[in-house]
């Protein structure tokens, strides 16, 4: 009996300090922090956890990488400081909520840049692109790492929205940014700007009869439930970057920051093939739930907001270049077709 005893205590013994050691190992591990606002069935989740994979596969005895979806570290808005004080590494986040910082990402708000998703998607991807929006990453403390797609951004109400008379003085939920309340005034509705994740409460509480974005807010964020009318106007494609805090870049040897670099190529490759393969499945989904699709004619809410497009490009001359590049792609997209 009291040699069971003593191979017991014996046992836990060396059990504790195997478990010490790990929470040691694991202690010593440098945490990478990643906050984004969506589900984990989302693209964007599945393109991280391809990017917590590549880090851990090739520098897992140095970082742990840590994913938090669903807004889970608060939201975006206030995220990006966090990003910017290097106490999370990594952000998912949309263009809107990147303007205040860099008036540069404006580009992406003006309403019909893109004719279609190919061209968009090839524009948002190219390293040329990523690059001039690094430019002052050092002043704004993030840099943009990887694009995501985010397909394009209609609207969806309570009731149907068959043309633009439909739309008047309805109130509708947008990303904040002065692009985005122009374009809303210009339509002959009402700007409500609010975090995403307020969206829900306020489509239940009447605050706003109408948002808009791509389909997958509809299930993910059961906003589907109560605006069961999505009307492809077409208006927005505006991508989400992945930004990495720069006090954390620079903190990297040249052989982590390549495989960082590496990793966010994967996580943008990854996120592209997801959307790509379950936007379909979101449509049918929110079907579902009992939304209608509508397909309009869009000539009228393309006349109504281009105008903007000069006003905007007058007023911030700094969009200039970028604009060009974007003409350059659709150019080219013409070509090609
Ligand atoms: C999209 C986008 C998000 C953004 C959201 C919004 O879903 O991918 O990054 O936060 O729109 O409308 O706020």
């Not at 999505?230 to 990495?244: N, V």
Request: glycine share 4%.
């Amino acid at each position: 009996m009291v040699n069971m005893l003593k191979k017991t205590l014996a046992l836990t013994m060396v059990c504790t300090s195997v478990m010490l050691f790990a929470a040691c190992g694991s202690d010593s591990k440098q945490t990478v922090t990643i906050a984004h606002t969506q589900v984990e069935s989302h693209p964007v989740h599945v393109g991280m956890v391809a990017f917590k994979n590549y880090i851990e596969s090739k520098l897992g005895d140095k970082y742990e990488v840590l994913i938090y979806p669903e807004a889970r570290l608060g939201a975006n808005e206030t995220v990006i400081k966090k990003v910017k004080d290097n106490e999370v590494q990594y952000l998912i986040v949309s263009t809107a909520n990147l303007e205040p910082y860099d008036k540069t990402y404006a580009l992406f708000g003006l309403p019909y840049l893109f004719s279609d998703e190919a061209v968009y998607e090839k524009f948002i991807s190219s390293p040329k692109i990523i690059h001039m929006l690094a430019k002052d990453a050092e002043k704004n403390k993030f840099e943009p790492v990887a694009a995501f797609t985010s397909g394009t951004r209609s609207f969806y109400c309570k009731t149907p929205i068959k043309n633009l008379l439909d739309l008047q003085k309805k109130k509708v939920r947008i990303q904040a940014g002065p692009v985005n309340i122009a374009m809303i005034l210009a339509f002959g509705a009402h700007p409500f700007p609010m975090s995403f994740s307020e969206v829900y409460g306020a489509l239940e509480k009447n605050t706003i009869d109408c948002a808009e974005n791509n389909e997958f807010a509809l299930i993910d964020q059961k906003h589907g439930e109560l605006a069961k009318y999505y009307t492809y106007d077409r208006h927005q494609m505006s991508p989400d970057f992945l930004i990495a805090s720069r006090q954390f870049l620079s903190s990297l040897s040249a052989d982590e920051a390549k495989i960082f670099s590496e990793a966010a190529a994967e996580a943008q490759k990854t996120e592209f093939a997801s959307w790509h393969s379950k936007v379909a499945l979101a449509k049918e989904e929110a079907v579902k739930m009992g939304v209608t699709f509508i397909d309009i004619d869009i000539t009228e809410f393309k006349e109504k907001v281009l105008p903007l497009r000069n006003l905007v490009l007058e007023e911030d001359t700094s969009l200039q270049e970028l604009y060009q590049e974007a003409l350059n792609f659709e150019k080219q997209g013409a070509e090609t077709k």
